[in-house]
């Protein structure tokens, strides 16, 4: 049974740094891809970026490119999310999720989820 869990969420001011953790636990990743979500109220789940454990690639959603940084630490299967010049469009729920095999954009290919953790940027 894999389990995740989100810490590192806070209130932030526009232009501040948050890092988001998300520890993985239940099996080995090595086959796996994780990605981190978002939700803003009002607003559909977004997909944020997403790496694979194995080799490490990484695909970012272009609303978070150069301002976010994905990476993973094997031994302590904790992945992060370092957010940078936040905005507070960045205001949101923020998930991480798993899935077997290949990197896929759309929430419904993953079937292992966090319970999320709030990250609110003030303006």
């Known amino acids: 049974q894999v389990q995740l869990v989100e810490s590192g969420g806070g209130l932030v001011q526009a232009g501040g740094s948050l890092r988001l953790s998300c520890a993985a636990s239940g099996r080995t990743f090595s086959g796996y891809a994780m990605a981190w979500f978002r939700q803003a109220p009002g607003k559909e789940r977004e997909y944020v970026v997403a790496?694979?454990?194995?080799?490490?690639?990484?695909n970012y959603a272009d609303s978070v490119k150069g301002r976010f940084t994905i990476s993973r630490d094997s031994a302590k299967n904790t992945m992060y999310l370092q957010m940078n010049s936040l905005k507070p469009e960045d205001t949101a729920v923020y998930y991480c999720?798993?899935?077997?095999?290949?990197?896929?954009?759309?929430?419904?290919?993953?079937?292992?989820w966090g319970q999320g953790t709030q990250v609110t940027v003030s303006s």
């Open positions: 999720a798993a899935r077997i095999g290949l990197i896929f954009t759309e929430g419904k290919y993953y079937g292992n």
């Open positions: 790496i694979r454990w194995s080799d490490g690639s990484t």
